[in-house]
């Protein structure tokens, strides 16, 4: 179980990020104001730490100071509901690996945090393994069996995205966004999410012989469990 | 036309009037007072007639003064009134010019007999008399006018410094700056007006702090709700077991939730673009850009068949900032991709001071300025119908010009920007 720590003021979607995370291979630890976040920051050792900026009784950046000063391994993410270049800028500045704005998609979350913690911990096994499969989300190679897969640079993507949410329903929305980013307004790239996904399942169904995507109705896809 | 002007032409046709009316006063007046002056004349000497009829019946009496302008005429009856005065014209012998001049006929009995007498006097001509004032007045007139133009100056700049100083202040003026600080003004309607400008720009300005308080609080307050509405419906989309009409609802709320994310952020930026909240001076590299936001629609323009057509001078700096540039490049060809046919073209021409973007598409529905008004979209768009809006305000706020045309299956957008020398 990977160590968190979530700092988040609204109770209501700390839960959701909980909820989603420990059954995603987290452990949790919660504050829910500066001041609770201040007695739980050196508790120990986070992997990754969730920084909403704006807590209603202390500035957000100055945990990403101490964190800085206190856990140089932890990978600290910012999840704001501010996205104007400046702020994101002042949070990059200040220490954060990262910056999600609100709303974010959980599965969105969770990509960021396998990322930013693959970044900041090098050195352990980085490698996500499914079944025959082993994809290096940073050596950019996905072995199949040993032999490797020629993905698209989107595909490869994808997949990482749906090893990363494995035990999940994944939505078209998500993907799109993780692809894409989130300022592509008014554009339908669900037929784009389609395509890339029929590829990216043909390469794999071609080699194995089995379905490994399934779709979930009109909102996305899964992975099949695991055996 | 300015002000000062107008008073002056003002000025000068009423003053232009007035002497006119002036003039035939002055003529008129004139006349009666010569008239009055002869007419005594005349008088004086019907009482030396009056004195003496009988010496005046007599032809040869060569010297009395007036003799030769006295005429003589029996008649049978005294007529009643007894004397009255007249105007009338005679032939000079000596000139043989007819002469204006005024009469008295008066009747009395000489030796038992009644007889006319009819004096007259030589009077200057109308005329003569029109001429003379027409030349005064019109001298007067012009001098007058003359002098009054730069009186009218003097007095203007003078009087309505305060005014123009008040002018000014104003037209620099614009909501985000702080209340308008006037001058005193000696005189009381500006005075008046002054303290009325500066109270309105103390008012505008605190509508607008509470009017950006709002949007801010607004924009940002909306999406922490949505990101708890997004997270929940995540969080049941992975409950085993979902029917499939269970997931349609789940799949309704996520899509409402985005586009009011993204309604919620287009709108900030706008607002924020309108009111010079973003940087707007920099400068970007404008073919690398095109080439970035052609890739993120790849999928896209793939799917709908559409060829790409460049002629891109690279590179290009346009002298934008950065993120504002971003967005009105991406606006303009996602606007060209999305609004397009299948199997349609798209032709992107940037060079330098100008950037042009056709695209094939359908006849526009709605008058074509609707275009860029909020919210207006396409029959069959999926868009939030700001992107237009986007690219005008854009180039609003930074002095870009930009014009539309649709001709025979084509739209094309045209920015056009001053090159930096």
Redesign the interface.
């Known amino acids: 179980m990977i160590p968190v720590l979530i700092i988040e003021d609204e109770a209501s979607l700390r839960k959701s990020m909980v909820s989603y995370l420990e059954t995603a291979g987290y452990r949790c630890t919660t504050a829910g104001s500066y001041h609770e976040a201040l007695k739980v920051i050196d508790l120990q050792d986070y992997y990754a730490v969730l920084v909403d900026l704006g807590l209603p009784d202390g500035d957000g950046l100055n945990i990403i100071r101490l964190l800085k000063e206190n856990q140089s391994g932890c990978g600290i993410i910012v999840v704001s509901a501010r996205d104007t270049l400046e702020d994101r800028v002042k949070g990059l500045e200040t220490g954060a690996d990262d910056y999600l704005v609100k709303p974010f998609h959980l599965s969105e979350l969770n990509a960021r945090i396998q990322s930013v913690i693959r970044r900041t911990r090098r050195g352990g096994q980085m490698n996500l393994t499914y079944k025959s499969l082993v994809v290096d989300p940073e050596g950019k190679t996905a072995l199949l069996a040993g032999e490797p897969v020629e993905l698209t640079r989107k595909e490869f993507d994808i997949l990482v995205y749906l090893l990363t949410n494995r035990t999940k329903v994944v939505t078209k929305d998500s993907i799109a966004e993780h692809i894409w980013g989130d300022s592509n307004y008014g554009i339908d790239y669900s037929d784009a999410v389609y395509t890339h996904m029929k590829n990216l399942r043909r390469k794999l169904e071609q080699r194995t012989g089995e379905v490994w995507v399934q779709t979930v109705y009109g909102m996305g896809y899964k992975l099949e469990e695991e055996t | 036309m300015k002000l000062l002007s107008l008073t002056s032409i003002y000025l000068a046709g009423l003053s232009l009037v007035i002497f006119i009316l002036m003039g035939g006063a002055l003529y008129l007046t004139l006349r009666t007072v010569s008239n009055k002056e002869i007419d005594t004349l005349l008088k004086q000497e019907q009482t030396q007639v009056v004195a003496n009829p009988e010496l005046f019946m007599v032809a040869s009496m060569g010297n009395i003064p007036f003799y030769e302008r006295l005429h003589t005429l029996n008649v049978e009856t005294i007529p009643n009134p007894s004397y009255f005065f007249f105007d009338s014209t005679y032939i000079d012998s000596l000139s043989s010019l007819k002469i204006q001049a005024r009469y008295l006929r008066f009747y009395l009995t000489v030796q038992g007999d009644p007889v006319e007498f009819t004096l007259h006097q030589k009077k200057l001509s109308s005329t003569e008399l029109l001429k003379r004032i027409s030349i005064a007045t019109t001298l007067l007139s012009l001098t007058f006018i003359f002098l009054l133009f730069f009186l009218n100056r003097f007095i203007f700049i003078r009087l309505w410094s305060s005014f123009f100083d008040t002018l000014k202040a104003i037209r620099s003026y614009g909501p985000e700056q702080k209340p308008l600080k006037l001058p005193d003004s000696g005189i009381i309607e500006f005075h008046s007006l002054n303290q009325t400008i500066s109270k309105m720009t103390d008012r505008i300005s605190e509508m607008y702090r509470n009017l950006q308080d709002f949007t801010a609080h607004t924009t940002?307050?909306i999406?922490?709700p949505?990101?708890?509405?997004?997270?929940?419906t995540?969080?049941l989309?992975?409950t085993p077991g979902l029917t499939?009409d269970q997931?349609?609802l789940?799949?309704s709320i996520?899509?409402n939730?985005?586009h009011l994310?993204?309604l919620n952020?287009?709108l900030a930026l706008l607002f924020?673009i309108g009111n010079h909240r973003m940087p707007e001076s920099g400068s970007f590299e404008a073919s690398g850009m095109i080439e970035e936001q052609l890739e993120?629609?790849e999928?896209?323009i793939e799917?709908m068949e559409v060829g790409i057509s460049r002629t891109v001078d690279s590179p290009l700096i346009i002298p934008m900032d950065h993120?504002m540039g971003a967005i009105m490049i991406?606006n303009l060809i996602?606007n060209a991709v999305?609004h397009n046919i299948p199997g349609g073209t798209i032709r992107i021409t940037l060079r330098p001071g100008q950037l042009e973007v056709t695209n094939s598409g359908r006849k526009p529905e709605y008058p074509t300025e609707h275009y860029f008004t909020e919210f207006v979209k396409g029959p069959d768009?999926?868009?939030?119908?700001?992107?237009l809006s986007l690219i005008k305000k854009i180039s609003q706020v930074t002095g870009f010009s930009l014009e539309y045309n649709y001709f025979e299956g084509f739209h094309t957008f045209r920015i056009s920007w001053k090159e930096k020398k």
Do not use: M
């Open positions: 940002h307050e999406q922490t949505l990101a708890v509405i997004r997270s929940k995540e969080l989309l992975q499939q997931l349609e789940i799949g996520e899509d939730s985005r994310s993204q952020r287009s924020k993120n629609l999928e896209l799917n993120a991406q996602k999305v768009s999926r868009g939030l119908g700001l992107g």
